[in-house]
């Protein structure tokens, strides 16, 4: 099957949505195009600074084809178009169009699907109440004017699933954009199944661990991402030093960007008379993965993030906070995550949530419920299949 992907962002070796799907398609033998931005830099994308003089360029990625294309517009990061793209479309002549989100450049792959009556248009969608929406202006006249009647309303007779990753995102499209229910399926982020498995085989743990001159006795907690205040991570680091065990470890992976470094002093700060708080910096998915299989727990208070799918992917435990549609009940039937809700956000919370996970036979029953969810919710062998179905159906 031919698939092309419109996204805003393609950084090889990331562990986003795109890029998963990518590898995953190719494993199981589809050719794969994918047109993005020419971010380079997370950072910068998620701070809207972009160079709009460098020029677009191809390149390969696990055997997709990926076109990066200079934005024709962009208006303050809320709506971006690139360079028109009919001619990839034509000339890649895909069975399957997946949307990453609403973006102009969609309307340029319409001519192409008219005339191709088997081809299928499918959108995946990462907004929630948490996350956008979160002033007037921004649900009332981005989402429900911009949006909806500008982009999202002329293509929805074209679209035959939108995939929101979370319940929160259905709730989004179903109250802001008057989707039917009928017409989503939640598509979990999902993790690298297979990378996990084969650095969870390595001597990964051993390895982190002696680097870090943690014995191989010893617990360790797991946190991090993006440094920000909507992580809430000096939490985790708070509770730690309550604790206040000689056998217990904690490691933060992650970094801030420039705007961001008032707050990573901050945790410095808080670490800065704990020799067991280990900063390791910004990794790339094969560091995340090493450092995940080198621990125990891993704890994060807010704002969700791919690294919790990646712990689950890794067999630990989570304990996450839920400050709004950002539940994992979705994922949750083994209860391999412990949920705070929001009034339980705090130090004495988390820190009584990790006390009770120390226990040997617990923390090692929940290891294995981890396991079973990974396996069942979040591997992307099996979650590809969701995004081809229609197309197996009516090609």
Known sequence: MKILMLCELYIENLEYQENLLVKYYRKHGHEVTVITSTYDNVFDYYNNQHDNSKPGHTFQDHGATIIKLPFKFNFKGKIKKYTN??????????????????????????PYKKRNPHVKMIMDYHADYSNSANNWLSLNILHKIIRKYIYMNPIRKHISKFYPIIPGSTKFLKEVYKIPESQMEVLPLGADVDLAAEIRQSDARNKIRKCLHIEKDQKVLFTGGKFAPLKRTELVLEAFNQINDPNLHLIVVGDADENMQDYKN???????????????????NHGVYQHLVASDIAVFPASQSIIWQQALASHLPLIIGDFGDQSLDYLNEFNAVTELTVDKIDSLHIKKAIKKLLDDDYLAERKERSAKTAAKYLDWNQLINKTLSHVKTFS
């Not at 997946?98 to 340029?108: C, G, K, L, R, S």
């Not at 700060?269 to 900063?279: G, M």
């Open 85 to 110: 793209i009919s001619k990839i479309v034509e000339e890649f002549q895909p069975d399957l169009l997946y949307i990453h989100d609403i973006m102009p450049n969609m309307f340029e792959m319409l």
């Open 266 to 284: 901050r945790l410095l700060a808080l670490a800065a008379e704990n020799k067991n708080i280990h900063f390791v910096g910004w990794q790339n």
